[in-house]
Nanobody, 125 residues
Framework: QVELVESGGGLVQPGGSLRLACAAS????????MGWYRQAPGKQRELVAV????????????VKGRFAISKDSAKDTAYLRVDTLQMNSLEPEDTAVYYC??????????????WGQGTQVTVSS
């Protein structure tokens, strides 16, 4: 079992920055896919940025060059992993609930899938 706890959301003006953090605890050794998704009102949940099972980083086209996902290796232990999402040059279109996701995949099939409770990001003047 893996527990995900997000933090760092809030209200920011257009052009501003926010930093989200996701702490994954528990049986994290099996996790090989971890990252951030978001869901705006009336829209489907979409990928924002993830560390893929292949070891690469994938970003949504809409956030490339503005958002950066990273691992906080200084906090990593056998049972804890902290990933962050640095969001710069925020736009009103970035307003959404941001969810942390951690998964175990095998051959492209999701075996275990965990979600955080979500954190609200609002970009408005």
């Amino acid at each position: 079992q893996v527990e995900l706890v997000e933090s760092g959301g809030g209200l920011v003006q257009p052009g501003g920055s926010l930093r989200l953090a996701c702490a994954a605890s528990g049986s994290i050794s099996s996790i090989n896919h971890m990252g951030w998704y978001r869901q705006a009102p009336g829209k489907q949940r979409e990928l924002v940025a993830v560390f893929t099972s292949g070891g690469s980083i994938e970003y949504a086209d809409s956030v490339k060059g503005r958002f950066a996902i990273s691992k906080d290796s200084a906090k990593d232990t056998a049972y804890l992993r902290v990933d962050t999402l640095q969001m710069n040059s925020l736009e009103p279109e970035d307003t959404a609930v941001y969810y942390c996701n951690a998964a175990t995949t095998v051959g492209g099939t999701v075996i275990y899938d965990y979600w955080g409770q979500g954190t609200q990001v609002t970009v408005s003047s």
